[in-house]
């Protein structure tokens, strides 16, 4: 059974840019979530999606977005990226949101902002 | 304000030691999860519990409601069980809030 896949593994980009980070959950999850991890922060929540609804949204500004899609793919964007905006982004998936659920996490994307 | 402590924040022990790892919360949770991540980055589920013990393996976790407090402890500890580990709890069924994590190194 495929796990969490989390695609780019690796991302270099320019402030000012925009980035796109994918992520597939384990066939049959329906509930995809993302996280940011930095050394100054730890991990924080940025995002849930259920049935391509967000579900809920961590304190983040409006430059960090997110969709999910019929097959329960989801999707982050981040536009007019800054250097504080450099993390290891992370997503899991569970068979549906709430607390009573596990987390299948993947294993990352590691954007760096320059 | 919801807030998640762990102790320690890092932890050296030689190979065979048994190892706690303590997380405190501030209010009432539906549910508690301890993670273990590796460098690299990919983060693994251990426990998920909301009362009571689950065990794994080498691996218990404990979790106390009355006095807000989870354990997670180590048996027979070996170099390979060196890893980051997070303390994650839901309060009510909000979004997962993170403790700070335990960095733990296991030396041969």
């Known amino acids: 059974k495929a796990g969490v896949t989390q695609t780019p593994r690796y991302l270099i980009k320019t402030r000012g840019q925009q980035v796109t980070l994918s992520c597939s959950p384990i066939?049959?999850?329906?509930?995809v979530s993302w996280y940011q991890q930095t050394p100054g922060q730890g991990l924080q929540f940025l995002f849930e999606?259920?049935?391509?609804?967000?579900?809920n949204k961590g304190n983040f500004p409006g430059r960090f977005s997110g969709r999910q899609f019929s097959n329960s793919r989801s999707e982050m964007n981040v536009s007019t990226l800054e250097l504080g905006d450099s993390a290891l982004y992370l997503c899991?998936?569970?068979?549906?949101?709430?607390?009573?659920?596990?987390?299948?996490f993947g294993s990352g994307t590691r954007l760096t902002v320059v | 304000k919801n807030e998640v402590e762990q102790s320690p924040q890092n932890l050296t022990a030689q190979e065979g030691e048994f190892i706690t790892i303590n997380c405190s919360y501030s209010?009432?949770?539906?549910?508690l999860h301890w993670l273990q991540q590796h460098p690299g980055g990919g983060i693994v589920s251990l426990f998920m519990?909301?009362?009571g013990k689950k065990k794994h393996g080498r691996l218990i976790a404990t979790i106390n409601i009355q006095e807000k407090h989870s354990s997670l402890h180590i048996t027979a500890s070996h170099p390979r069980d060196s890893a980051v580990y997070i303390c994650?709890?839901?309060?009510?069924?909000?979004?997962?809030?993170f403790g700070t994590g335990t960095r733990l190194t296991i030396i041969p």
């Open positions: 899991a998936s569970s068979l549906e949101p709430g607390p009573m659920y596990g987390y299948t």
């Open positions: 066939s049959g999850h329906r509930s």
């Open positions: 999606y259920f049935s391509e609804t967000q579900r």
């Open positions: 209010v009432g949770i539906s549910a």
């Open positions: 519990l909301s009362s």
């Open positions: 994650a709890v839901h309060f009510g069924n909000e979004k997962l809030t």
